[in-house]
């Protein structure tokens, strides 16, 4: 089992799993699916909802994790990188959160046309260099 949640809850960094956690595949989070409910892009910011800030609301390990985590806005990629999952266990675990509305999907706005947020593609840098 990996840590709980209360092991990281404040901090921006996921503590390493403890030893027991390595024997257990990052599939079994999304019950061996690897197609999410809708695609998210690695860039999309997502955080926790109301409703998942609620404890009875997080029924699962997965869920209280991505949680206390996305407590703060992050991408879909530093959910990644800090839980220690493929991108694609992310996508699918996040799109079901999202799904039932334990977390919140922002859209990236765009300055104007098809420009990108300057401010957006620092913080996708800043979070790669961290990988």
């Known amino acids: 089992m990996r840590q709980p949640a209360s092991a990281f809850a404040g901090s921006d960094e996921w503590s390493e799993p403890a030893d027991a956690a390595s024997v257990v595949r990052p ?3 999304t019950r061996g699916r690897t ?5 998210l892009a690695v860039e999309t910011l997502v955080s926790t909802s109301e409703r998942g800030l ?15 985590l996305c407590r ?4 879909v990629a530093e959910v990644a990188a ?3 999952l493929p991108l694609g266990v ?3 675990l ?14 990236s706005a765009n300055g104007s046309g098809n420009m990108p947020d300057m401010v957006l593609m620092e913080r ?3 979070g790669l260099r961290r990988l």
């Not at 197609?35 to 695609?39: G, H, I, R």
């Not at 609620?54 to 206390?68: H, I, K, P, W």
């Not at 996040?94 to 859209?107: F, K, P, S, T, Y």
């Open 27 to 29: 599939y079994t989070w």
């Open 35 to 39: 197609a999410p409910v809708f695609d």
């Open 54 to 68: 609620d404890m009875a609301m997080r029924t699962t390990e997965e869920n209280r994790a991505v949680a206390e």
């Open 72 to 75: 703060a806005p992050r991408s």
């Open 82 to 84: 800090l839980l220690s």
């Open 90 to 92: 992310a996508r699918v």
């Open 94 to 107: 996040l799109a079901d959160m999202a799904d039932i509305g334990l977390i919140v999907v922002h859209r």
């Open 124 to 126: 996708v840098l800043s």
